[in-house]
C-alpha cells in the first residue's frame, strides 16, 4: 500500500482553501492509502506567539479533521511538536542546505518584497523543518495545495543532497495536487490564505459564516443584466463544492439576467451549510469530548514515532553519529 503524509498548521479556523485544496484528499485518501497527517505546531510557531491561541486552534484543527471524517484507525494522526525528531532531523538538514537554495523560496520572497523586516530565521527555515516533516515518514506522495509546490520539490533536492553526501537514505516523494482545486480563491479573489483575511471558515458560527460569504467582492454589474459565471468569484466557489446539475442552474442564472450578486451568495451560502451540515453538526459533538480528542492524538504520536525514531537512527547511523 502507498504511503501518504501531509500536515496543516493550527494558525486559524481551516477555511474551504483549507479543505479543498488538501483536507478532502486527506480524508478521502485514507480508503487506500497508509495515512499519516500531522498538526504543524511548529510551523505554526513562526505566526502564533499567544499561547492560549496556540492550544486553543490546536484543539479545534484536531477536532475539525475528526467531524470532517478523519478515521484514527485509518490515519496516524500527530502532532508535530510532540515528536523530537522533526526537529533534530530539521537540523541535521540545516548543516546540507546553502543560504541561496532557502532565498528562492516563494514564501521568504513574499515576505521581503512586501518589505516585512519582522521575518523570523524559523520563516526563513521553513522549507527545512517541512523536508524533515516530510522525510521522516517517507511517504510516496505529499498532498496539498499548490502553494506547497516549490517546498515538496525543496525537500527532493534537500534528499538527494543527503543521499550523495552520505549514501541513499531517503525516498524522493511526489507532491499530489488536484488540479481544479490547486488554488481556491478567497473573498477578494486572491488565494484563499489565512494571512490574507479572505477565508470562509467552514466550521464558523452561522452568522459570522454569512459574514464572510457576502463579503465576497464581486463587479457591478446591475441585477437585471445578464452575468459572465466563470469571471465571478461566488460561482468558482459553488462549483466547487456543488453537483453538476445545480452548477449548471446557477450558471444559467447568471446568463439569464435578473439574478443579483446578492443572490448568487445565498445561494453559495445554503449550499456549504449543506454541504458541510454533518460535519458542523459532528464538531460540535465532538469538541465537548476532550478525552477523546486528546487520546486520539496520543495514539497517533506513538505509532508516528515508531517510524519516525526509525528513519532518524538509520540517518544518525549514515552520519556516524551511532553505530
Ligand atoms: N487557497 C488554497 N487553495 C488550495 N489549497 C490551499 N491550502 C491553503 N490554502 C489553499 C492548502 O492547505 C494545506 C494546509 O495549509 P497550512 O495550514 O499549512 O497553511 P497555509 O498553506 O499556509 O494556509 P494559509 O491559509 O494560506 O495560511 P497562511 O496565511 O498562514 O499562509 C496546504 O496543503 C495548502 O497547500
Redesign the pocket.
Known amino acids: 500500500m502507498k504511503r501518504i503524509l501531509?500536515?496543516?498548521?493550527p494558525?486559524?479556523r481551516p477555511?474551504l482553501?483549507?479543505y479543498?485544496?488538501?483536507m478532502r484528499q486527506h480524508i478521502e485518501m485514507q480508503e487506500n492509502f497508509e495515512c499519516y497527517l500531522f498538526i504543524?505546531d511548529l510551523?505554526a510557531l513562526t505566526?502564533v506567539k499567544d499561547p492560549k491561541l496556540m492550544h486553543d486552534q490546536t484543539y479545534d484543527l484536531a477536532t475539525s479533521y475528526l467531524a470532517l471524517g478523519l478515521d484514527p484507525k485509518k490515519t496516524v494522526f500527530f502532532k508535530q511538536s510532540d515528536l523530537s525528531e522533526h526537529a533534530e532531523l530539521c537540523w541535521i538538514l540545516d548543516c546540507m542546505v546553502k543560504i541561496p537554495f532557502l532565498e528562492r523560496a516563494h514564501a521568504w520572497k513574499d515576505a521581503k518584497q512586501k518589505g516585512n523586516k519582522d521575518v523570523s530565521v524559523g520563516l526563513f527555515n521553513y522549507p527545512i523543518l517541512q523536508a524533515a516533516d516530510i522525510l521522516l515518514y517517507e511517504p510516496d506522495l505529499v498532498p496539498?495545495?499548490?502553494?506547497?509546490k516549490q517546498h515538496i520539490e525543496m525537500t527532493r533536492d534537500i534528499a538527494t543532497t543527503f543521499n550523495t553526501t552520505f549514501g541513499e537514505t531517503f525516498k524522493l516523494p511526489e507532491a499530489y495536487i488536484k488540479e481544479e482545486?490547486?488554488?481556491?480563491p478567497?473573498t477578494d479573489g486572491q488565494?484563499?490564505?489565512?494571512?490574507?483575511g479572505n477565508?470562509i471558515e467552514i466550521f464558523a458560527p452561522e452568522k459570522e459564516l454569512k459574514k464572510q460569504v457576502m463579503g465576497i467582492i464581486t463587479d457591478s454589474i446591475p441585477l437585471e443584466d445578464p452575468k459572465d459565471p466563470k469571471s465571478c468569484n461566488v460561482f468558482k466557489l459553488y462549483k466547487l463544492i456543488a453537483s453538476k446539475e445545480d452548477t449548471q442552474e446557477l450558471a444559467n442564472k447568471y446568463m439569464a439576467g435578473g439574478f443579483g450578486y446578492g443572490d448568487a451568495k445565498k445561494t453559495l451560502l445554503t449550499k456549504i451549510l449543506e454541504y458541510f451540515a454533518e460535519a458542523r453538526e459532528k464538531y460540535e459533538e465532538i469538541y465537548q469530548k476532550k478525552d477523546f480528542v486528546y487520546g486520539v492524538i496520543e495514539e497517533g504520536n506513538k505509532k508516528a514515532k515508531e517510524t519516525s525514531s526509525k528513519t532518524l537512527e538509520k540517518v544518525k547511523k549514515k552520519i556516524g553519529y551511532i553505530r
Open positions: 501531509s500536515g496543516i498548521q494558525s486559524g477555511h482553501g483549507n479543498l485544496g488538501a504543524a510551523h505566526t496539498v495545495g499548490q502553494d506547497q482545486v490547486a488554488v481556491v478567497g488565494k484563499m490564505s489565512k494571512s490574507y477565508t
